[in-house]
Nanobody, 119 residues
Framework: VQLQASGGGSVQPGGSLRLSCAAS????????VRWYRQAPGKERDLVAS???????NYAQSVKGRFTVSRDNAQKTGYLQMNSLKPEDTAVYYC??????????????WGQGTLVTVSS
């Protein structure tokens, strides 16, 4: 199984994007999900997290602008990004625990998706 991320792209400052993250195989569910980002020349930082109980947490730099969630079917994780700023430009990665009837939660990383905020 793989974790597949999508939704990156280029947007002007003030714009919005929604990133998605899902397992490549139907039998898996998202137990919890986190979004990280890595800007050029910088370390990978945690941006937002969603626990299996539905609790959320955000980096101070994105509070009030980003929303992390999971769909009711627990198949897809999301990062809704509003009021984007140039400093949000980075490669975004999802990291999730996937669970199925056969397997207990295991941690997976998705491939990065590039978000560019520029006028």
């Amino acid at each position: 199984v793989q974790l597949q991320a999508s939704g990156g792209g280029s947007v002007q400052p003030g714009g919005s994007l929604r990133l998605s993250c899902a397992a490549s195989e139907e039998e898996y569910y998202i137990y919890s999900v986190r979004w990280y980002r890595q800007a050029p020349g910088k370390e990978r930082d945690l941006v937002a997290s969603f626990t299996h109980t539905g609790s959320t947490n955000y980096a101070q730099s994105v509070k009030g602008r980003f929303t992390v969630s999971r769909d009711n079917a627990q198949k897809t994780g999301y990062l809704q990004m509003n009021s984007l700023k140039p400093e949000d430009t980075a490669v975004y990665y999802c990291n999730a625990e996937l669970v199925s009837e056969r397997y207990s939660p295991r941690n997976y990383w998705g491939q990065g998706t590039l978000v560019t905020v520029s006028s």
